[in-house]
């Protein structure tokens, strides 16, 4: 009798064993491939998503990360004139949420150091060789950023990996073409400085030179208008105002033909 109640006992607690290991818990931002022991390995067709998801303790869910992750690699690759440069990148990545049970049995959990890492290289050194280190270093970064990320996604896209972007963060290269590349930056600022300067004079001439057109056609204009008669009616005009004036005056008149009048006051 006493071993009879036991029995029960023993397999619940056997029970409660397996049911400790028959399942996973898949974290937020990842999704499961489920593989079957003894019924055909991976199964393919099905993505398991977020949450505790139930299966024999002889099998197993194989968890992927489904979120964007980065990963920085440091470079050495050459550039079109043979110069050794050295560029620091990283490389926003992701599996591709759907092919995950591909991914699986091509490639594996540890895809980007399969997958990622060799192509970044590759392809970085591909692209690196037709710039020259000035070009690297400042004007076309982003230019040679753009073409490592087209050649890496359309690589990496046959294993069922998504490349968001590749940023290049640094770029280091030899300590010549450094200072000859900072020289030349320094004389170009200063020829637009320069220009600049000359642009302004020039423009301030041109300025000037209309200002002193503009009074010289004045005076033109004026001088033009100013006759001998016209000053004759003028001091006429002036003549007859002042004999009209309740002040006392004396009024010579010249005897020429174009003398003025001559106005002496007689109050004194």
Request: with cysteine; aromatic share 8%.
């Amino acid at each position: 009798m006493k071993q009879s109640k036991g029995l029960p006992i023993l397999v619940i607690a056997v029970m409660a064993l397996m049911m400790v290991g028959c399942g996973t818990q898949v974290p937020s931002g990842h999704k499961g491939v489920f593989y079957s022991q003894f019924g055909g390995g991976t199964q393919f067709g099905k993505i398991y998503g977020e949450g505790f998801n139930w299966h024999l303790p002889w099998n197993k869910m194989i968890v992927y990360r489904t979120q964007i992750q980065e990963q920085k690699e440091n470079l050495t690759v050459l550039s079109s004139d043979g110069a050794t440069i050295r560029m620091e990148v990283s490389i926003l990545y992701m599996p591709d949420p759907t092919k995950l049970d591909s991914l699986q049995v091509e490639v594996g959990e540890n895809y980007y150091n399969n997958i990622v890492a060799p192509n970044i290289r590759g392809i970085a050194r591909g692209v690196a060789g037709r710039f020259k280190p000035e070009e690297i270093y400042s004007t076309k970064r982003d230019e040679v950023a753009s073409e490592i990320l087209q050649g890496l996604t359309a690589e990496v896209a046959k294993r069922w990996i998504v490349v968001q972007n590749v940023l290049i963060r640094d770029v280091e290269i030899p300590a010549k073409i450094s200072e000859a590349i900072n020289f030349k930056l320094t004389a170009d600022q200063e020829a637009q400085k320069m220009q600049f300067t000359i642009e302004k004079e020039r423009l301030e001439a041109d300025r000037k030179r209309i200002e002193a057109q503009g009074i010289a056609d004045f005076q033109t204009i004026v001088a033009a208008g100013i006759t001998p008669s016209y000053l004759k009616w003028k001091g006429i005009e002036a003549t007859q105002k002042l004999a009209e004036s309740p002040n006392s005056k004396i009024i010579m008149v010249g005897n020429s033909s174009g003398g003025m009048p001559v106005i002496l006051s007689a109050d004194r």
